[in-house]
């Protein structure tokens, strides 16, 4: 599938200013806890505060697309900016929690608008090129803080960077209102494009999940009531317009059946797991570097090498997936092994290439679920999307917060231990081939 570039242009940029913010916060917390003379355990709320805004996508996600996904777009990108800004320049703990909030806010929107405008048989793909710009550009952030800071100013400042690509986002995606835009680059749901037909794919052989034929009803439209109010008394919806074309259509489709619960929770479930372990390195990396011995700026850039796999992970996805080769379990095994040698070593180098290998490994696990999750057969996108967006809040609240506490009851390289292998054995599980299938 191909997608028009005007959403090719917003999602790259929404994901890269996703990345280079996000994967800033674990080097922030460090420079934070330093400014406000404490431990960086005690300021686990900055990481938190991106989990709070995906649940609050997740909540409030299937009306907030409605209108279709720039609206969305256009406000997260406004708020994301305001957000960076205040956690750059906060000089208290007030205000950069009010950045963080606002920060998390508009990057959860980022989260729910990508897979809504990605969506299809071709989502996995889709979905790995996209995090992969993300994960570029999220090299570049910690490494842009550690520079910083080594000059002897706030490292905080270098997320300023980040501000006019998401103001040029914005204004980008401002809604291109005309009566004949449809497709994919339409800004509101018409009602005949509330009809929407998903067909068959896999992703790969045990990654896959195989999408029937289907034919999706937007939550917003009731088709039956919306065919009897059409029509000149008639009651069949076969007059003019848009709702007599829908009953025209009629006979060459037929509806979505119900999505499986537990079909739709068991992968929800592997999303929630994806991200756990990805934000246990993201959030924690640095901090475990300045344990081997590290200053906090040399730390930051250090930690970047957990970034550089990711991004070289998610680059190669889309080719793997492609030759069918199963992602999820080796990434898993890739991600024990670098687990492993983080938590042994207390060096830096043997820590930093640990990182790297545990990225590598990491990379494919979010874009793969999510896309799994959004192709359940039965389930609209944008209520897909919502959940995902619910998935990763709950991992991300959870996730770091567990290791700080694992790691403040024991020490942070046990907690690694403790809290990562089991996480990635179970996703292995719940990947096995045949498990995968409908």
């Known amino acids: 599938m191909s997608w028009d570039r005007r959403v090719v242009r917003q999602v790259g940029l929404a994901q890269a200013a996703l990345g280079f913010t996000v994967n800033s916060l674990g080097a922030c917390l460090v420079l934070l806890a330093a400014d406000l003379d404490s431990a960086p355990e005690e300021l686990a709320w900055l990481s ?27 406000g997260s990108a406004l708020v994301a900016a305001a957000g960076t800004i205040l956690l750059a320049i906060g000089a208290s703990a007030v205000m950069a ?30 979905l790995a090129r996209a995090y992969a710009a993300g994960s570029v550009s999220a090299l570049f952030g910690p490494l842009a803080i550690g520079a910083l800071a080594a000059t002897g100013l706030s490292g905080r400042l270098a997320l300023l960077i980040a501000v006019p690509p998401l103001l040029f986002l914005a204004a980008d995606a401002r809604p291109r209102r005309s009566a004949a835009a449809t497709g994919p680059d339409a800004d509101a749901v018409s009602v005949p494009d509330a009809v929407s037909v998903s067909a068959t794919a896999t992703v790969s052989s045990s990654d896959a999940v195989s999408v029937a034929d289907a034919v999706c009803v937007a939550d917003a439209v009731s088709f039956s009531g919306a065919v009897s109010s059409s029509g000149s008394g008639s009651g069949r919806g076969t007059g003019d317009g848009p709702l007599g074309s829908v009953e025209r259509a009629r006979p060459r489709v037929e509806v979505a059946r119900a999505p499986s619960v537990w079909r739709a929770a068991g992968v929800w479930a592997t999303i929630v797991v994806a991200v756990s372990i990805e934000f246990c390195f993201t959030i924690w990396s640095t901090t475990r570097l300045q344990a081997t011995g590290l200053p906090a700026g040399a730390a930051a850039a250090a930690a970047t090498t957990f970034l550089v796999g990711m991004a070289a992970g998610r680059l190669a996805a889309p080719r793997l997936i492609a030759r069918r080769v199963p992602v999820i379990l080796v990434g898993c095994g890739l991600a024990a092994a670098g687990t492993v040698v983080v938590a042994l070593f207390d060096a830096p180098v ?42 990763s809040g709950t991992a991300i609240l959870a996730a770091p917060a567990t290791l700080a506490a694992l790691g403040a009851a024991l020490d942070l390289r046990t907690a690694y231990l403790v809290a990562v292998l089991p996480l990635a054995l179970v996703l292995a599980a719940a990947t096995l081939p045949g498990r995968a299938r409908p």
């Open 350 to 391: 043997p820590v930093t290439l640990g990182l790297a290998l545990a990225g590598l490994g990491v990379a494919p696990f979010y874009p793969v679920t999510l896309a799994r999750f959004v192709q359940v057969p039965g389930l609209p996108t944008a209520r897909a999307a919502a959940y995902g967006a619910l998935a």
């Open 48 to 74: 938190s505060a991106f989990g709070v805004g995906l649940l609050v996508a997740g909540v409030t996600g299937r009306w907030a697309l409605r209108p279709g996904p720039r609206p969305a777009l256009l």
């Open 97 to 126: 929690a009010a950045g963080a909030l606002l920060l998390g806010l508009g990057a959860a929107g980022f989260v729910l608008v990508t897979p809504a405008l990605l969506g299809g048989p071709d989502a996995a793909a889709g």
